[in-house]
């Protein structure tokens, strides 16, 4: 059995990684022997508490992580201003940067060690090696990440158009307390007014 991962606490075999990897919902659909195959193409490594692994709009972290140990806080400020907002606490089991060995584009948030930590890293590079190995789990990979980006896209439209709802009504209540309504005081008649035609 390979060692993948060796701490004091604690030492993780491949095998180990294979099925914390086959716990998260972008690999659940690997068997135990594709997930082995998955993790010989990880590497190990630790980091320290404070050390930042994604900064929020940085194009150049094409990896993902999975985190053995410790604990990570994911925040964004999304090119606003002011202090950043708390997205996420990760831990043991979740997946960082999945979308990394897709594409190059920009991370949307910063996330930073919280603790020290023990990660199974991937590259990009790493990625497209296990691709060409074996192109049967490559696919599987890629066809399971496409799905958890798309499922992220289904939630994030709908959350969109709940605020776009809000955001009319209050609008539409802003409207109608700022419309000036004449109502006679109480106890006071309403007085017609007639306007009289040129020449009449």
């Known amino acids: 059995m390979a060692l993948f991962f060796r701490r004091q ?3 993780w075999s491949d095998r180990d990684v294979a099925h914390l990897v086959r716990s998260h919902e972008c690999f659940a659909m690997l068997s135990v022997s594709e997930a082995v195959k998955l993790v010989e193409h990880m590497s190990a490594q630790r980091v320290k508490e404070g050390t930042v692994l994604f900064h929020e709009g940085a194009q ?12 990570a ?3 964004a400020i999304g090119g606003g201003h002011g ?18 060995i897709l594409d190059n584009a920009s ?8 603790s020290d930590m023990s990660l199974a890293t991937m590259s990009q590079s ?18 399971s990440l496409l799905r958890t980006v798309s499922g992220r896209l289904r939630d994030a439209n709908k959350r969109l158009h709940m605020l776009s709802q809000l955001n009319r009504t ?3 209540e802003l409207d109608d307390r700022s419309t000036p309504r004449l109502k006679p005081a109480p106890g006071e008649d309403t007085v017609a007014f007639r306007v009289s035609q040129p020449g009449g």
């Open 83 to 100: 202090e950043p907002l708390m997205l996420k606490v990760l831990q043991e089991g979740d997946l960082i940067g999945e979308q990394g």
């Open 60 to 71: 150049n972290a094409s990896f993902m992580a999975l985190i053995l140990q410790g604990e």
């Open 9 to 11: 606490e604690r030492e």
């Open 107 to 114: 991370r949307n948030a910063t996330v930073t060690a919280a």
């Open 126 to 143: 790493q990625f497209n090696k296990l691709t060409k190995a074996y192109p049967a789990i490559g696919n599987k990979i890629l066809l």
């Open 170 to 172: 209050i609008n539409e």
């Open 73 to 75: 806080t994911a925040e």
